[in-house]
């Protein structure tokens, strides 16, 4: 029935002031504010219906995205949305396009890598959307290895221009989002040869398609890489291939604020530190983590609530059977990607944090947090992207067979998120540098007090000595056991790892050997940080509201003891915990999926996410899934008639048994 | 360049004889020989195109589809194949339809529940598809719990008739394959209800649709559910959703091979065993571990194959850079797969042989292993498959970005086999049946010996006394010491849960409460049974060849000591392994890794897959992966115009800042 609560019986059963707790989650009252107004803004305007996007043809899909993009730039526009505001709507839009490179990669690189006469020159025109630009690095065959891409920018002093080439095949840039059929301009990345020299890799100012007609330029052949993973998903973007033949542009488009080239063909370096570049990084991985949390967070809501409105097995005289989310083995699964959702979020305001205070000390010159900081946020990107990703797809299994329906929202969500793993910085890739700091950090603890995130390693000694004292599953309900455990785990794991590496004669070929053991040691020391960020925030005076605190501590402790009792072998090869502790910690996390059991529902509720944005029928804030699922089913194409396209034609024959005789060419 | 092998390097450094090894892998020359021979005569018709299915509208693919199951027939019946021949046949053309339904669940079903009457009028018009069938016994509103069933099957004595009916919504069929848009027939499954007495849930044959115009018969809905998970996928399949209004069928066509109703409305049991629904479900499990080392097989086939073409960092003076398949990290995540695909190969095909044993057991009235065999292939199916859809998601990334574009094939192969985890059991449903049988195979263990893959529970006194007795890691290279391990950690697993259940008053009460312990407990019972069936297979006769046995030897190594370090826990906190020997383990998993990597693309060769089947051009038999690659981005539509649909109408007036006076209506 329409307008009934279907789970209102699990409302009420919450602990918690509920809109405290969406003021937690989403930071602030204001934040809240702005975010809920711009989320109905989208629900509420039916240009952003997204239902039937899964169904469209890649042309017909493309083309509405064009126009939700240009939709929303006419509302911003004309509604005078501040920045922030803008933010948020294209967010709650929930459609990956053009806008999101042209905002979010385009634009901040002329910010963080343009003279100021190239600032003033470019940024009016890319902000008033007079041209459109992406951020074309990635090649067809380099991702990962930057410094090997192979497109060329040679300076011709004859003429005071850049000649950019492709001289391979596999030099051809592939993947760029909004390259493909929109972008009138790019940042391009290329080699950049002087007088026959390589002088590094480089950013340009290229424009690639006519601002009258939108015709590429002559040299230019630009195109899209062609369908993606998933329906609907990341196919309204236009991923896109470029490639050159001899293209010539002005010598003043190459981005100078760190490196110059004189028209004289000499190259200078400004004063300008090189170090930015991981200011800049700091800045995109926090957001990743950021959107890790969100992406998370839609797909727990959506099982959590599917969860508590399915019921099967366990009916007693005939009553209701039991709801799923009462089942331990549920619980189990769900619970720990629930606290790894406000994990994530928390770990991600911190994270914001951390580029405050980078940005600050760049700018008085104070570069001596940035390793440090570096290191956290690509692990972090890691460790919360990798998890999310399967998390996703966990909620998907938990909602039974339904959850492989597109109208359950999660396929397209699984697949729209996973290139997360891949950009910015590959998974493991990420994680093998973090590794590299952390064997730094070791090798240095004689002379060099360790900072931030790895102030832990300062103590190290006692940490590799000091085993865990807990004796009660009630002592697990201890931040100060949790955290050194936590710490003992990854100061024992990073430190083995060190000693076995220095037992290599070439330090580069243990590196290589031990190279999967670095990489557990990286997630051990990532999964510390994002449990004590969670305990730091509950230390917090921001937190109020009834039962607000209470209920984040729980959700604290699943994630700390769900995390132990999944990495056990770690925690009992180094010694730190015996197998009776672990069992005690196992015990505790049972405990507290109870106490979190009548909570779940409001806990989802407070991410504040409108029906819309969820994109999901099983995630309805309502639960009133079947119906809604049911009428759903007669809008797919295939029930347009009773009889479908084709059965005359192939099938009747075959029932017929005429398919040999048959003159119809099959 | 074509016509030229880039992968011809990799597959001169193996170590093993190809033809041998294909033998192996295929089970036989002569299955070897068939499913060559279908593949190429799938792979060279260009009716059996795939490349397209992707950009498929979902009319266009469906009707495709009839196409390809209707060309397929006619082959079937042209060409005289035998039944082994037309399996083989359906399987390369790739491509989920009706028809596995109709032949894998629909003819089967009546074979094994239809009295001989029954057997005698349907199985001839099934046989030469005159009617065409499915199995409709999933719910809106019930799929584990098939006595949850709410469709009804109400027996009118003065007709001689039942009446099926859908009470609810959630009583609606849901999910049946082949359901939606072209069955005639169905085996309904209901609750039988006679003189207003309920008599479990039972399977009746019911016509749908007109066999003259294809039209729903009176009182029936029918239609499909709507789009599901991925690009082409299973989206070619009709899964159906079916709604009874009071429709009679007659008293025959219940299935009557183990219960009957008589037309006086009595109840009558034949002496057929009731065990029989067992034998079944032994037969459609083994299957799907055989399948689940196919689909894997062909992920692990892309990934390899790509991993040998791809470089990445590490070049030296402007040599070439490193094949990603040499760096550590990618062997440590793709060589377990690799070997785990050859592990549940050799499973499956054991299951195959217990499934024949189950069968003549059957046969002759003995039931004794029934139970065990139920639990074992319960326990594989759930196991094999999560591994295996897993185990595609990791392919997928280890092939970078790329992986991600829908050309690369994994994007397909991972959404068209997800469902395998849920269907036939939801995989943790199983996993605690699995438990429930491990606990019972324990408190027994004092009067009754336990049989086939509990029998090591048999020696579960000393497998709880002894500790591993490894010191170097070279000794980790014996079957008897890895099996002892896999033993122990199972045994000591199943006998600790049963301890503990046995403290909870409400034994119920106890197994819902450490159902997550329970469901670990399984899972390494099942990993057992993994490990000792490979060991097994090397032991047998018929592995010949060259290198053959030699090369598995490494894969059931890499496959067992992996497990073991990824489930270390497990064999640290029951006390069999130390610290130190777990790292030994480890050490050793490295060196077989440099074993491996010779003989990796070799070992995917030996999956003989037709780059047809294979479906991906990153998994390309030459290699020409780059060129293929930038040529099939050209195909997408979008490339159709240099200009992009909607560029005109949505995206000029925006770059010409004349959004907001434009009268286009956005």
Chains 1, 2 share one sequence.
Not at 84 to 96: F, G, H, N, S, T
């Amino acid at each position: 029935m329409e307008g009934v609560d279907y789970l209102t019986d699990e409302r009420k059963t919450a602990q918690f002031d509920i809109v405290a707790m969406k003021v937690a989650w989403a930071g602030s009252r204001e934040t809240l504010e702005v975010s809920d107004r711009m989320a109905k803004l989208v629900a509420n305007d039916p240009v952003f219906e997204k239902f039937s996007r899964p169904m469209l043809g890649r042309k017909e899909l493309f083309k509405n995205t064009l126009r939700k993009a240009a939709y929303a730039w006419k509302l911003i526009v004309s509604l005078g949305l501040s920045e922030e505001e803008a933010k948020w709507l294209r967010l709650y839009i929930d459609e990956p396009a053009f806008t999101d490179l042209h905002w979010g990669m385009f634009i901040p690189a002329i910010e963080g890598q343009g003279t100021e006469e190239q600032k003033q020159k470019w940024l009016p025109l890319a902000k008033k959307m007079q041209i459109i630009g992406c951020y074309a690095q990635t090649e067809l065959g380099h991702g990962s290895n930057v410094q090997g891409l192979e497109t060329t920018a040679t300076f011709d002093p004859q003429t005071d221009e850049f000649v950019l080439h492709s001289p391979t095949l596999t030099s051809s840039k592939w993947w760029p989002g909004g390259l493909g059929k929109v972008s009138t301009h790019a940042i391009v990345y290329a080699r950049l040869i002087v007088g026959g020299q390589f002088h590094g890799v480089h950013g340009f100012i290229v424009q690639l398609r006519s601002l009258e007609d939108h015709s590429p330029v002559d040299g230019i052949t630009v195109g899209d890489i062609g369908l993606k993973f998933g329906n609907g998903a990341y196919n309204t973007m236009d991923n896109g291939v470029l490639r050159f033949d001899h293209v010539r542009i002005p010598r003043n488009q190459m981005l100078m604020r760190v490196s110059q080239v004189t028209k004289e063909g000499e190259i200078m370096q400004s004063d300008v530190p090189r170090q930015l570049i991981y200011g800049t990084m700091v800045y995109v991985r926090q957001t990743i983590v950021a959107d890790a949390s969100k992406a998370l967070s839609r797909a727990v809501c959506i099982a959590t609530r599917y969860s508590a409105v399915r019921r099967q097995f366990g009916s007693r005289n005939g009553g209701p059977e039991t709801q799923v989310i009462d089942y331990k083995t549920q619980q189990n699964r769900l619970f720990p990607l629930l606290a790894s959702a406000y994990a994530f979020r928390f770990v991600g305001e911190w994270l914001k944090w951390l580029y405050m205070d980078v940005k600050q000390r760049l700018a008085a010159n104070d570069f001596s947090t940035l390793p440090e900081a570096h290191a956290c946020t690509a692990g972090l990107k890691s460790l919360t992207t990798t998890a999310t990703a399967d998390g996703i797809e966990e909620c998907r299994k938990l909602c039974g067979g339904h959850g492989y329906l597109v109208s359950s929202g999660l396929p397209e969500l699984f697949a729209v998120y996973i290139p997360a793993c891949t950009y910015e910085g590959d998974n493991v890739v990420l994680l093998l540098q973090v590794a590299r700091f952390l064997v730094k950090t070791v090798s240095e603890l004689g002379h060099k007090k360790p900072v931030g995130t790895t102030a832990y390693m300062g103590r190290a000694a006692g940490l590799l000595q000091t085993n865990c004292a807990v004796q009660t599953a009630e002592e697990w309900l201890n931040p100060g056991a949790i955290v050194e455990a936590f710490e003992a785990r990854a100061a024992r794991m990073a430190v083995g790892i060190a000693q076995r590496l220095a037992k290599f004669e070439n330090p580069e070929q243990g590196f290589a050997e031990l190279a999967a053991d670095l990489v557990e040691a990286s997630v051990a020391h990532c999964q510390l940080i994002v449990v004590s960020k969670f305990i730091e925030k509950l230390q917090q005076q921001d937190i109020r509201g009834k039962g607000v605190r209470e209920s984040l501590e729980v959700l604290c402790y699943v994630y700390a003891l769900f995390t132990l009792h999944k990495h056990q072998g770690d925690f009992l090869a180094t010694g730190y915990l015996s197998p009776k502790q672990a069992s005690l910690a196992n015990d505790q996390l049972r405990t507290l999926y109870s106490k979190v059991r009548p909570n779940a529902v409001a806990l989802v509720d407070s991410f504040s996410y409108t029906d819309h944005y969820l994109g999901s029928i099983l995630g309805r804030y309502d639960g009133n899934v079947y119906p809604k699922l049911y009428e759903a089913a007669w809008e797919d194409p295939l029930n347009d008639s009773d009889v479908a396209d084709g059965f005359h034609q192939y099938v009747q024959p075959m029932l017929k048994q005429k398919l040999l005789l048959s003159s119809a060419k099959l």
